[in-house]
């Protein structure tokens, strides 16, 4: 067996020991710890990561079945595996290179036109197959306006692009439901659904995403004045490729339609037909089944299932009226805004060490509770953590965005640290623009 798994299991194991010794409000702040422990560090594999604090929470006798079962088969976490088998298909069987050469041909080579193309390609596809899907499968279209060899010294323009991609992928990813771990834990946390999401985060992520655009240029000063590429052949879809997006569409505008009806038999269709889908998927593509969910990043969406679950818990053992006591005593020395402007500070510092789903899942039951003592709407509560959890913008550890282009040799720390300061600073003023004038306004509409 490996050294990790040994480690893992010997963390599960002991973690059971102590915790079932305590009472069970003492028992959730456990689990709270080995949450942070099992998601902020390599300590614990990955898979572990994700299954850990459900088991624990079972063993324990502080979650019943239905409770873990309710929060792991639902729409959202379907037609999120889904979107991982569609970006495993997209790479695989040469929907990328198809849409590379239509991004060229509209943009007539020109340079400005093709990147802003790749980058509107990787915003939308980051909807709908996770922002770190997008990441893998953009990034090395987009390098065709210029090419890089790994190993090579990274022009201006090349770090450019990357960053580009990136800023994108993960704006993209956070303006929908499914588009990220991030989005989908905190709106699991939230219980905002999927439409009111949408509108509440993307006049906030275009604003970022425009501006963070504009940053990278300043800090990079790529030329973008290189001469037109010559244009490849524009060749059509193959049938596989055809059927390929006709399923996808299909069952995509079937779940919209089950999930917007929400009634007693939408629901369960919503979740058996992203999945059954996958039958057909790989009869088209030729590909076993096995291959498509290898593709599947089955860690993340245990790091949500468990999120879910260790909100539900914490909230049953009673950690919110201590919590909220605890927040009182202070409120009367600090005021609340300040209290608020502290906690998102404190936020987007621990999202640099930590990855953006792990820093939501940490920080999300908390600040959930905390609600009712700061005077929170759950629409503040939102951006405080989609927004602030995913402003990591230097460390590689940080979002496999960042990891992408570090391992790719595009970029380095002392590199991003110039663009990383900026773009924070960028993304807080957004953030309490988004908390002081778009959320009130958003709250009024729906």
Not at 166 to 173: E, P, R
Not at 293 to 298: A, E, H, I
């Amino acid at each position: 067996m490996p050294q990790r798994h040994r480690t893992s299991l010997l963390i599960g194991a002991l973690s059971l020991a102590a915790l079932s010794l305590l009472p069970p409000l003492s028992q959730g702040l456990g689990l709270l710890l080995l949450a942070i422990i099992c998601w902020a560090t390599p300590w614990v594999g990955p898979l572990y990561a994700g299954v850990m604090i459900p088991v624990l929470a079972l063993l324990l006798g502080l979650a019943e079945p239905t409770l873990v079962l309710s929060r792991a088969v639902n729409p959202i976490i379907s037609i999120f595996v889904f979107g991982f088998v569609f970006a495993f298909l997209f790479h695989r069987c040469g929907l990328g290179q198809w849409a590379q050469v239509k991004v060229l041909r509209l943009s007539g080579g020109r340079m400005k036109p093709a990147l802003a193309g790749f980058a509107l390609l990787a915003f939308g596809s980051s909807m709908l197959v996770t922002n770190v899907a997008s990441v893998a499968l953009v990034f090395p279209l987009a390098l065709c306006l210029a090419p890089y060899r790994y190993g090579e010294p990274a022009s201006p323009l090349q770090k450019y692009i990357g960053v580009l991609i990136v800023l994108s992928a993960t704006m993209g990813g956070i303006s929908s439901v499914i588009g990220s771990t991030t989005s989908l834990i905190v709106a699991g946390l939230t219980e905002i659904g999927m439409w009111q999401w949408t509108q509440l985060m993307l006049p906030l992520t275009v604003s970022l995403w425009l501006l963070g655009a504009y940053v990278a240029a300043r800090v990079f000063a790529p030329d973008l004045s290189a001469p037109a590429l010559s244009l490849p052949e524009d060749k059509p879809l193959t049938p596989m490729q055809r059927r390929i997006l006709l399923v996808t569409a299909t069952v995509l505008l079937g779940w919209l339609g089950c999930y917007r009806l929400d009634t007693q038999w939408a629901r369960p269709l919503a979740v058996l037909l992203p999945l059954v889908a996958i039958l057909p998927l790989a009869a088209v593509s030729r590909q076993p089944v096995g291959k498509l969910l290898g593709g599947v990043q089955w860690p993340a969406v245990g790091v949500f299932v468990s999120a879910l679950v260790l909100s539900a818990l914490l909230k049953g053992v009673g950690l919110a009226e201590a919590l909220g006591g605890g927040l009182q005593e202070i409120g009367a020395l600090i005021p609340a805004p300040v209290l608020v402007l502290m906690l998102l500070l404190a936020i987007m510092a621990f999202t640099e060490f930590v990855t953006n789903s792990g820093t939501v899942a940490i920080w999300g039951p908390l600040l959930l509770y905390l609600v009712a003592p700061l005077e929170l709407e759950l629409a503040e509560v939102a951006i405080i953590l989609a927004l602030g959890g995913s402003t990591a913008y230097v460390l590689p550890s940080s979002t496999p965005g960042n990891a992408v282009l570090y391992s790719a040799g595009v970029v380095n720390r002392r590199e991003m640290v110039p663009l990383g300061y900026r773009m924070k600073a960028t993304a807080l003023g957004v953030i309490l623009l988004g908390l002081l004038a778009w959320a009130p306004l958003w709250q009024s509409l729906v």
